[in-house]
T-cell receptor
């Protein structure tokens, strides 16, 4: 079983839609959860991180962690064409430097 | 601009060639990483260096040989690669590796094709 599961998509939505991206994981020791955004021909860039369960909001982005279900989500409100990218989830145990990544979900926002 | 540069951006090599990938970070970080990104697969951590010392080697084949002469530079020496080694090779850096909260900053990657 993979450490982290993520639907690769592709996901295509109209501009202004609410986007929901999700990952599930198997290791209950994960404490630190991250979302990276990767544009074509670029390296991943950290979008948001959260520690343990709960919600975190940053502008149009909301990261949600449900440790009881081993499920994390990234919501994008009022999606824009500039949000078109691949979104990678990643997670790690607090004290380690080993990050476990999902495969990434390809998102296209259509004007 | 992330402050992490990688050269070359694209590389085509035969299985008998020897080549090197270079990474440089201008962020004053102490830790550097090599990752492999293949289509439809998660990022795979290959090597970690902290203060020039290798701290992780995730069972990477010996045909990949890392070198970290200082905290700003990281190399990946390649020899006798296989076609399945074709992938995007990403370099990253972080201030430290003391905890999972250390943000990693990625370079743009080197797209490698092995013929």
């Amino acid at each position: 079983q993979k450490e982290v599961e993520q639907d690769p998509g592709p996901l295509s939505v109209p501009e202004g839609a609410i986007v929901s991206l999700n990952c599930t994981y198997s290791n209950s020791a994960f404490q630190y959860f991250m979302w990276y955004r990767q544009y074509s021909r670029k390296g991943p860039e950290l979008l948001m991180y959260t520690y343990s369960s709960g919600n975190k909001e940053d502008g149009r982005f909301t990261a949600q962690v449900d440790k009881s279900s081993k499920y994390i989500s990234l919501f994008i409100r009022d999606s824009q064409p500039s949000d078109s990218a691949t979104y990678l989830c990643a997670m790690s145990v607090w004290s380690g430097n080993q990050f476990y990544f999902g495969t990434g979900t390809s998102l296209t926002v259509i004007p | 601009e992330t402050g992490v540069t990688q050269t070359p951006r694209h590389l085509v090599m035969g299985m008998t060639n020897k080549k090197s990938l270079k990474c440089e970070q201008h962020l004053g970080h102490n830790a550097m990483y090599w990752y492999k990104q293949s289509a439809k697969k998660p990022l795979e951590l290959m090597f970690v260096y902290n203060f020039k010392e290798q701290t992780e080697n995730n069972s990477v084949p010996s045909r990949f040989s890392p070198e970290c002469p200082n905290s700003s530079h990281l190399f990946l020496h390649l020899h006798t690669l296989q076609p399945e080694d074709s992938a995007l090779y990403l370099c990253a850096s972080s201030l430290g590796v003391a905890g999972a909260q250390e943000t990693q900053y990625f370079g743009p990657g080197t797209r490698l094709l092995v013929l």
